[in-house]
Protein backbone atom coordinates (compact mmCIF):
# COMPACT_ATOMS: atom_id res chain seq x y z
CA UNK A 1 0.00 0.00 0.00
CA UNK A 2 1.63 3.54 -0.87
CA UNK A 3 -0.20 7.08 0.49
CA UNK A 4 0.56 9.75 -1.88
CA UNK A 5 -0.08 13.67 -1.17
CA UNK A 6 0.30 16.59 -3.69
CA UNK A 7 1.46 20.22 -2.52
CA UNK A 8 2.50 23.08 -4.36
CA UNK A 9 -0.62 23.77 -6.81
CA UNK A 10 -1.43 27.40 -6.57
CA UNK A 11 -2.53 30.30 -8.98
CA UNK A 12 -0.01 31.14 -11.85
CA UNK A 13 0.29 34.04 -14.95
CA UNK A 14 1.12 32.45 -18.25
CA UNK A 15 4.12 32.17 -18.84
CA UNK A 16 5.16 31.39 -15.12
CA UNK A 17 6.69 27.96 -12.91
CA UNK A 18 5.45 26.20 -10.35
CA UNK A 19 6.65 22.97 -8.56
CA UNK A 20 4.66 20.36 -7.99
CA UNK A 21 5.52 17.45 -5.17
CA UNK A 22 4.35 14.27 -4.00
CA UNK A 23 5.33 12.52 -0.93
CA UNK A 24 4.85 9.07 -0.56
CA UNK A 25 4.30 6.75 2.51
CA UNK A 26 6.26 3.61 2.80
CA UNK A 27 9.43 2.23 2.60
CA UNK A 28 9.53 0.82 -1.07
CA UNK A 29 8.80 4.04 -3.05
CA UNK A 30 11.66 3.28 -5.32
CA UNK A 31 10.06 0.23 -6.44
CA UNK A 32 7.34 1.62 -8.17
CA UNK A 33 6.76 3.54 -11.22
CA UNK A 34 6.01 7.32 -10.99
CA UNK A 35 3.27 9.65 -12.85
CA UNK A 36 1.78 12.79 -12.80
CA UNK A 37 -1.65 12.93 -14.44
CA UNK A 38 -4.18 15.83 -14.84
CA UNK A 39 -8.00 17.00 -15.29
CA UNK A 40 -9.60 19.90 -16.61
CA UNK A 41 -13.05 21.27 -15.92
CA UNK A 42 -15.16 18.82 -18.20
CA UNK A 43 -12.72 17.03 -19.39
CA UNK A 44 -11.13 13.28 -18.56
CA UNK A 45 -8.02 12.83 -17.26
CA UNK A 46 -4.94 12.72 -19.00
CA UNK A 47 -1.06 11.18 -18.38
CA UNK A 48 1.39 14.02 -18.48
CA UNK A 49 4.75 12.66 -17.29
CA UNK A 50 6.47 9.30 -15.91
CA UNK A 51 9.77 8.19 -14.24
CA UNK A 52 11.58 5.00 -14.18
CA UNK A 53 12.29 3.43 -10.82
CA UNK A 54 16.04 4.85 -10.71
CA UNK A 55 14.59 8.45 -12.11
CA UNK A 56 16.79 8.18 -15.25
CA UNK A 57 14.08 7.58 -17.80
CA UNK A 58 11.49 9.99 -18.14
CA UNK A 59 7.98 9.64 -20.55
CA UNK A 60 6.05 12.66 -21.23
CA UNK A 61 3.12 13.68 -23.01
CA UNK A 62 3.63 15.95 -26.46
CA UNK A 63 1.56 18.74 -24.92
CA UNK A 64 4.19 19.59 -21.93
CA UNK A 65 7.35 18.34 -23.62
CA UNK A 66 10.38 21.06 -23.33
CA UNK A 67 7.98 22.45 -20.41
CA UNK A 68 7.88 20.54 -17.98
CA UNK A 69 10.48 18.07 -15.92
CA UNK A 70 9.44 15.33 -13.59
CA UNK A 71 11.99 13.85 -11.55
CA UNK A 72 12.16 11.75 -8.51
CA UNK A 73 14.54 11.62 -4.90
CA UNK A 74 13.80 8.24 -3.46
CA UNK A 75 15.90 8.75 -0.66
CA UNK A 76 13.06 11.14 0.26
CA UNK A 77 10.19 9.34 -1.20
CA UNK A 78 9.26 12.14 -3.30
CA UNK A 79 8.45 12.70 -7.03
CA UNK A 80 8.60 16.51 -8.19
CA UNK A 81 6.82 17.91 -11.50
CA UNK A 82 8.79 20.85 -12.67
CA UNK A 83 6.04 23.00 -14.66
CA UNK A 84 7.55 25.89 -16.85
CA UNK A 85 6.18 28.48 -19.02
CA UNK A 86 3.05 27.67 -17.91
CA UNK A 87 -0.52 28.30 -20.48
CA UNK A 88 -3.80 28.80 -19.68
CA UNK A 89 -5.02 25.63 -21.31
CA UNK A 90 -2.37 23.52 -18.55
CA UNK A 91 -5.26 24.51 -15.79
CA UNK A 92 -6.34 21.41 -13.84
CA UNK A 93 -6.54 19.34 -11.34
CA UNK A 94 -3.00 17.58 -10.75
CA UNK A 95 -2.48 14.10 -9.29
CA UNK A 96 0.06 11.85 -8.76
CA UNK A 97 -0.17 7.66 -9.12
CA UNK A 98 2.03 4.94 -8.41
CA UNK A 99 2.54 1.87 -10.78
CA UNK A 100 3.62 -1.34 -9.46
CA UNK A 101 5.20 -2.66 -13.10
CA UNK A 102 8.79 -1.12 -13.41
CA UNK A 103 7.65 -0.72 -16.90
CA UNK A 104 6.70 3.07 -17.82
CA UNK A 105 3.67 3.31 -19.03
CA UNK A 106 0.29 5.96 -19.32
CA UNK A 107 -2.10 3.95 -17.89
CA UNK A 108 -2.11 1.25 -15.09
CA UNK A 109 -1.58 2.78 -12.12
CA UNK A 110 -2.41 1.36 -9.11
CA UNK A 111 -2.75 4.20 -6.34
CA UNK A 112 -3.71 7.79 -6.80
CA UNK A 113 -3.11 10.92 -4.63
CA UNK A 114 -5.94 13.49 -4.03
CA UNK A 115 -4.74 15.97 -6.36
CA UNK A 116 -3.36 20.06 -6.21
CA UNK A 117 -5.35 22.78 -8.13
CA UNK A 118 -2.87 24.09 -10.53
CA UNK A 119 -5.18 27.47 -12.18
CA UNK A 120 -2.85 29.54 -15.02
CA UNK A 121 -4.22 32.88 -15.79
CA UNK A 122 -3.78 34.78 -19.25
Known amino acids: QVQLVESGGGLVQAGGSLRLSCAAS????????MGWFRQAPGKEREFVAA????????YYTDSVKGRFTIARNNAKNTVYLQMNSLKPEDTAVYTC???????????????WGQGTQVTVSS
Open 26 to 33: GRTFSSYV
Open 51 to 58: ISLSGSTT
Open 97 to 111: AARASPVLARAGYDY
